[in-house]
């Protein structure tokens, strides 16, 4: 399992250097990660990582992990 998180790091990383992500692509990358079951911290750690202040908050991750379950997405 520690190849996948390293695997995303460097997946987010590709990403924030090539484009600005718009929050379409924060919502994709926030679903990707309720795929693989992870909590709000785990979903959010990466993006702080590499967003700082411009990743989105723990209350919007929460929320979109919230829709996903109910079967929004």
């Known amino acids: ?3 996948d998180g390293a695997e995303r790091r460097s997946v987010v990383h590709l990403l924030a250097s090539a484009m ?3 929050r379409r692509d924060f919502r994709a990358m926030i679903y990707s990660d309720f ?4 909590n709000v ?11 700082g202040d411009s ?3 723990r ?5 979109w992990l919230r829709e996903f379950r ?3 997405g």
């Open 70 to 72: 109910r079967g929004r």
């Open 35 to 38: 795929n693989k079951d992870l």
């Open 20 to 22: 600005d992500l718009s």
């Open 59 to 63: 209350a919007t991750i929460g929320n």
């Open 1 to 3: 399992m520690r190849g």
């Open 41 to 51: 911290d785990q979903c959010r750690e990466p993006s702080v990582r590499v967003f």
């Open 55 to 57: 990743a989105q908050s």
